[in-house]
């Protein structure tokens, strides 16, 4: 998954696996909401389609938190606030995100 992923963002951002089924994904410079939001949406529309694992097609429910950065944010705060978010975006529908604010 997280190739599937790093295939959806810039060169100069990150992934990393954080636990079982939870990825981060650092997104640097953003200057437009509009550009996070579409972003967020291709990776969405990435997840939504199967992986093929020995002939059987997978599918995948993605939730999607966003924590959007400020002067006064230390990772575990924007690691925290994406947490709460991707929460609330399970608990409304599968293939969502929300950013939190």
Do not use: T
């Not at 939001?37 to 093929?52: D, M, R, T, V």
């Not at 059987?56 to 230390?74: D, H, M, P, V």
């Amino acid at each position: 998954m997280a190739v599937r992923l790093r295939c959806h963002i810039r060169q100069d951002d990150f992934v990393a696996r954080l636990a079982g089924d939870e990825f981060a994904i650092i997104l640097r410079s953003i200057s437009k909401i509009e550009h996070l939001i579409s972003i967020a949406e291709n990776l969405i529309k990435c997840c939504e389609e199967p992986l093929i694992y020995k002939g059987q097609e997978i599918y995948f429910s993605f939730s999607l938190g966003i924590a959007i950065s400020s002067k006064a944010s230390s990772p575990e705060d924007l690691i925290s606030q994406a947490d709460q978010a991707m929460y609330k975006a399970k608990s409304l529908q599968h293939h969502w995100f929300i950013y939190h604010s």
